[in-house]
């Protein structure tokens, strides 16, 4: 394993685990000392135990450093590796194997810490048929979010990217899409023209997350009805033992995603496991679509989704209206019916 492998894997791993991003940030930095560096002069400073003399290299990167060059897995890798394991009940094994791609990610395009490539080579490898990129809207400017001009830039990336995929043999594709912010009057942040552009659309409240119920609910509910919309996002917004759940009817939101075959998202972030156990069960009983969606921000991230296998498992969801359970065609065929 060389030292750019062993950070890499070890940036994947503290992502998995949620850790800091003050760590995450000096694994990167360490990576990127170690991609500008002759390898020569990497080794020799490892030898001779001056790589922290590079500014960037701290005592453990360079632990990291020095065991991946004699050939090792470095220690704090094996560590990392073990402790940031993601759970998959037995109950909800069925449902990961179920699933064929993801429909809710981020990339650097908006506030994702990984390039688009980077994150189709994890989908890849963790066994997925596709990705659906859904960089942020450009309403959210805290996550960076893509004005039209950036979207049509990103297609176009996506498309050239999709190429490459296909020319080094992978039947992986990336669906293009967009997490478009649902705005105060329930409109959402990108044009009609946009939107039907877009493979997958998933609609999420971002703002104003204390508004009143009945205000709330008409918000949700305009974006639901919006033939574009395929998918609500984190649908409460809370953040476990941060922020609480937003108030709406539950009643009228679950009914107008039937109504107009818009799925609830299982989001699997584990600051947020989005909606509360009580939600999924409402949802189930009107006759919801789901999808169970990683809201990946980084590689390790795309691991998060059996936290919501093991949810759907507990609470019974029925496979058959878990829509990333379908192939790529069948997904398009689904949204574009909406």
């Given at each position: 394993?060389?030292?750019e492998a062993?950070?890499?894997?070890?940036?994947?791993?503290?992502?998995?685990?949620?850790?800091?991003?003050?760590?995450?940030?000096?694994?990167?930095?360490?990576?990127?000392?170690?991609?500008?560096?002759d390898?020569v002069?990497?080794?020799?400073?490892?030898?001779?135990?001056?790589?922290?003399?590079?500014?960037?290299?701290?005592?453990?990167?360079a632990?990291?450093i020095t065991?991946?060059?004699?050939?090792?897995?470095?220690?704090?890798?094996?560590?990392?590796e073990?402790?940031?394991?993601?759970?998959?009940?037995?109950?909800?094994?069925?449902?990961?194997?179920?699933?064929?791609?993801?429909c809710?990610?981020?990339?650097?395009?908006?506030?994702?810490?990984?390039?688009i490539?980077?994150?189709?080579?994890?989908?890849?490898d963790?066994?997925?048929?596709?990705?659906?990129?859904?960089?942020?809207?450009?309403?959210?400017?805290?996550a960076?979010?893509?004005?039209?001009?950036?979207?049509?830039?990103?297609?176009?990336?996506?498309?050239?990217?999709?190429?490459?995929?296909?020319?080094?043999?992978?039947?992986?594709?990336?669906?293009?899409?967009?997490?478009?912010?649902?705005?105060?009057?329930?409109s959402?942040?990108?044009?009609?023209?946009?939107?039907?552009?877009?493979?997958?659309?998933?609609?999420?409240?971002?703002?104003?997350?204390?508004?009143?119920?009945?205000?709330?609910?008409?918000?949700?509910?305009?974006?639901?009805?919006?033939?574009?919309?395929?998918?609500?996002?984190?649908?409460?917004?809370?953040?476990?033992?941060?922020?609480?759940?937003?108030?709406?009817?539950?009643?009228?939101?679950?009914?107008?995603?039937?109504?107009?075959?818009?799925?609830?998202e299982?989001n699997?972030?584990?600051?947020?496991?989005?909606?509360?156990?009580?939600?999924?069960?409402?949802?189930?009983?009107?006759?919801?679509w789901?999808?169970?969606?990683?809201?990946?921000?980084?590689?390790?991230?795309?691991?998060?989704?059996?936290?919501?296998?093991?949810?759907?498992?507990?609470?019974?969801?029925?496979?058959?209206?878990?829509?990333?359970?379908?192939?790529?065609?069948?997904?398009?065929?689904?949204a574009?019916?909406?």
């Open positions: 394993m060389s030292p062993a950070l890499l894997r070890v940036v994947h791993c503290l992502d998995r685990a949620l850790a800091s991003p003050y760590k995450t940030r000096a694994f990167v930095r360490a990576l990127d000392v170690v991609r500008t560096t390898p002069e990497l080794a020799e400073r490892a030898r001779d135990q001056r790589l922290t003399d590079l500014d960037g290299i701290g005592d453990a990167t632990g990291v065991e991946a060059l004699a050939g090792v897995v470095p220690s704090y890798l094996q560590k990392i073990a402790d940031s394991q993601i759970e998959l009940t037995d109950d909800g094994a069925p449902y990961r194997a179920a699933l064929r791609g993801d809710h990610l981020h990339s650097t395009w908006s506030d994702g810490g990984a390039e490539e980077a994150m189709a080579a994890t989908a890849i963790i066994g997925h048929e596709y990705m659906v990129l859904t960089d942020h809207s450009a309403r959210l400017t805290v960076h979010g893509l004005d039209e001009a950036r979207l049509a830039d990103q297609l176009v990336e996506i498309e050239r990217i999709n190429g490459e995929i296909a020319a080094a043999g992978h039947d992986f594709r990336i669906l293009t899409g967009m997490e478009v912010d649902i705005l105060l009057d329930g959402l942040d990108l044009s009609d023209d946009m939107l039907g552009r877009l493979d997958v659309v998933v609609a999420s409240v971002h703002s104003k997350l204390r508004m009143e119920s009945k205000q709330m609910t008409e918000r949700m509910v305009m974006a639901i009805a919006n033939p574009h919309v395929d998918i609500l996002g984190h649908m409460t917004g809370r953040k476990i033992g941060k922020r609480p759940e937003s108030t709406f009817d539950a009643d009228f939101v679950f009914a107008a995603c039937a109504q107009f075959d818009t799925a609830v299982l699997c972030r584990p600051e947020r496991l989005d909606p509360p156990r009580e939600l999924i069960d409402l949802a189930i009983d009107y006759g919801c789901f999808s169970i969606d990683s809201d990946a921000h980084a590689t390790g991230q795309l691991e998060w989704q059996p936290l919501g296998c093991n949810r759907a498992a507990e609470r019974e969801v029925p496979v058959e209206r878990i829509v990333n359970t379908w192939s790529a065609d069948e997904l398009i065929g689904w574009s019916a909406g």
